[in-house]
């Protein structure tokens, strides 16, 4: 009953920057925390950055200092800022939520740094 639509990916040249969006939608009450994961060729999903309903924030140290998580509660849409963008950060990038106990994916978005 949960839809996650995201936008924003791209390819853009190390140093670069794009921001990402992920907006919900459908039967939503209160979502407890969003947030971005990313998976690169040939490996695992892993945690890129999370958000609370109170606005908590948690970074994956590769990342650290270059990106930004952000919500806009009003429009259920959740925003990752990227930038001093690198090669390694070339993944697909899936929006997640989690609300009473269940995870909702996104399709995910494609976001290809190179030169």
């Known amino acids: 009953q949960v839809q996650l639509v995201e936008s924003g990916g791209g390819l853009v040249q190390p140093g670069g920057s794009l921001r990402l969006s992920c907006a919900a939608s459908?039967?939503?009450?209160?979502?407890?925390?969003m947030g971005w994961y990313r998976q690169g060729p040939g490996k695992q999903r892993e945690l890129v950055a999370s958000?609370?309903?109170?606005?908590?924030?948690n970074y994956a140290d590769s990342v650290k200092g270059r990106f930004t998580i952000s919500r806009d509660s009003a429009k259920n849409t959740v925003y990752l800022q990227m930038n001093s963008l690198k090669p390694e950060d070339t993944a697909d990038y899936y929006c997640?939520?989690?609300?009473?106990?269940?995870?909702?994916w996104g399709k995910g978005t494609l976001v290809t740094v190179s030169s």
């Open positions: 459908g039967s939503i009450l209160i979502i407890s925390r």
């Open positions: 997640n939520v989690a609300m009473y106990g269940m995870n909702y």
């Open positions: 958000i609370t309903n109170g606005g908590s924030t």
